[in-house]
């Protein structure tokens, strides 16, 4: 196993004073946002065996590009960033984001870059590309740029060569820890919440609203992290409040463990045993040379979607027999699970999306068939009108046709000529007998939003 015994108690060790350094650190938060923060850690707050343990935190973080706003935002999407050998994605990254929100989302949300490098020439040409392309987002304080000084960086060189890594990449790695515990502790109260990104990604369109949506279906939950991609720690989600503790944390353990490792840990010491992860992915990994060394990298993320659906709230119901618990919702629940119907299927079978209040769509996607079985052959999709309520059940009625599915898959991206009224159901309606069991991987409905039609 690469973790260590010995890991896995400093681990606990840590666990020990995080409840210590978390009321510290909250108390702190509220302190000053200006051109250049301190902030000193209170090595009296240490109990004295253990102080020699530990590094202290004190840090000088210069903000080189955007204004503050007065209040907090919804969102902060951090990021760190040095120079490449090979190839450079940062501006890319930026776009992403930027194109993939609207300005609503874009008032609700805060982009902090941090210049993680030590070359000063490299960070100042980077900041003047940024104020070129990015102005407009840098005044309107959607955008800032930071910087700390290596002064501030504990040792990065003799470093404790775990799982048998070269000095090189131990060296490379622990710095990228010590790099994201100053982006959490600078953005700590910037906002309600945080996610991290790297500098190398390209974004789904309106990925705040997808995020917002999921925060709100786990408010009965408690959780510490929420993750929107699968990728190492891109994507991960944390509620402001414990970015402190976060950012002591991985400056404690540096150089124990590469960060997506002491993530794993800290979301298990705060009592969350279990990853919970929402597909589709939110953000991609678009980078082909890696920041060590320039070596090449080809990881994707095959569950991230560019553009998610809206689906919005709905009622599912089939009469095709349904196999054990793969139910007709799980087709439009837009997660990994899918729909399984047994034949005979035939023309008196049918899926009916009732949605609950009346929507405007724009676009209809439906994906069948599982490995090149179990497509659906004969079936033709249509949208409904009105409602009729009996005492049992709902009917939809006052179809109109948008197209038959051909070779198990549909798509239709423009709904809204075809059916420019609001509808209140979707049917995909069986046309003829069907040879084989049946699966349905996603039903995706996209919706006219209120600002596109104003």
């Known amino acids: ?157 003799g470093l404790k060569r775990n799982f048998n890594d070269a000095p090189d990449r131990v060296s490379f790695r622990s710095k990228q820890n010590v790099d994201y515990s100053y982006l959490l502790h600078f953005s700590s109260n910037l906002s309600q919440y945080y996610i991290m990104l790297e500098d190398d990604v390209s974004c789904s369109k309106n990925f705040l609203t997808s995020i917002r949506g999921h925060i709100r279906s786990m408010s009965n939950s408690k959780w510490v992290t929420l993750e929107f991609s699968k990728l190492g720690y891109i994507g991960k989600l944390y509620q402001s409040r414990d970015l402190p503790i976060l950012a002591r944390f991985l400056y404690n353990f540096y150089q124990e463990m590469p960060c997506d490792f002491l993530l794993s840990h800290f979301h298990r010491l705060l009592m969350q045993d279990k990853v919970i992860r929402f597909r589709p992915s939110l953000f991609q990994h678009m980078g082909t040379y890696s920041s060590f060394h320039g070596t090449f990298n080809r990881l994707k993320d095959d569950d991230f979607v560019e553009e998610i659906a809206d689906n919005p709230p709905a009622d599912v119901s089939t009469n ?34 009732v949605f609950r209040t009346p929507v405007l769509i724009s676009r209809v996607q439906i994906q069948t068939g599982l490995d ?18 009996k005492e ?38 069986v046309t003829a007998a069907h040879p084989t069991w049946l699966v349905v991987r996603k039903i995706q409905v996209w919706t006219v939003k209120t600002e596109q039609t104003t």
């Open 1 to 157: 196993m690469r973790c260590h015994l010995k890991n896995i108690i400093l681990l606990a060790a840590g666990l020990l004073i995080l409840t210590r350094v978390y009321i510290y650190m909250r108390r702190a938060e509220s302190g000053n946002l200006k051109g250049s923060i301190t902030w000193i850690w209170d090595r009296e707050t240490w109990m004295e065996d253990l102080k020699g343990h530990y590094l202290n935190f004190n840090v000088s973080i210069k903000v080189l590009a955007g204004v503050f706003q007065p209040s907090k935002k919804y969102l902060t999407v951090g990021l760190s960033s040095v120079k490449r050998a090979k190839g450079t994605y940062l501006q890319d990254t930026l776009q992403s984001i930027f194109s993939a929100s609207s300005e609503e989302e874009l008032d609700q949300m805060v982009i902090v870059v941090l210049l993680a490098d030590f070359d000063i020439s490299w960070i100042q040409q980077t900041v003047e590309k940024i104020t070129d392309e990015f102005h407009r987002r840098l005044s309107k304080g959607q955008l800032l740029i930071i910087h700390a000084s290596e002064n501030n960086y504990p040792p990065l060189a």
């Open 320 to 353: 095709i027999e349904v196999y054990q618990t793969n139910t007709v919702d799980k087709a439009y629940n837009q997660g990994s699970e899918y729909f399984w119907g047994v034949s005979p299927i035939g023309p008196e079978n049918y899926i009916l999306v």
């Open 372 to 389: 090149g079985k179990d497509e659906l052959v004969y079936a033709d999709v249509e949208l409904g009108k009105t409602l009729v309520k």
């Open 392 to 429: 049992s059940e709902v009917e939809c009625s006052g179809f109109d046709k948008l197209g038959s599915i051909q070779q198990g898959q549909f798509n239709e991206p423009a709904v809204q000529k075809l059916v420019p009224a609001t509808v209140a159901c979707l049917r995909i309606q």
